[in-house]
């Protein structure tokens, strides 16, 4: 079973079913959540989500940006 929260070192996110998955061309980057007040994400990387943000492109924008320089807009496939 799936929980609906997840603990960051500053905060909680409650997440509210939306995501998207970001695929690069190795497969899988992170993923982008609907969360209370916005949007998170997290790179299969981190062991927590970031921060929220206002909108899922804002959210969209700032995974691309945590990305290696010079990697391409990833592909977002909602789950």
Sequence with gaps: MMSNTSQSASDIHVLTGNRWVAMGPAGALGSVHSVQ?????????????RGIYPTLDVA??????SLLPGSEWPEFREH
Excluded: I, N, P, V
Aim: aromatic residues 16%; glycine residues 16%; without cysteine.
């Design 37 to 49: 007040g916005g949007f998170t994400f997290k790179l299969m990387t981190d062991e927590g989500f």
């Design 60 to 65: 969209k924008s700032a995974l691309h940006a």
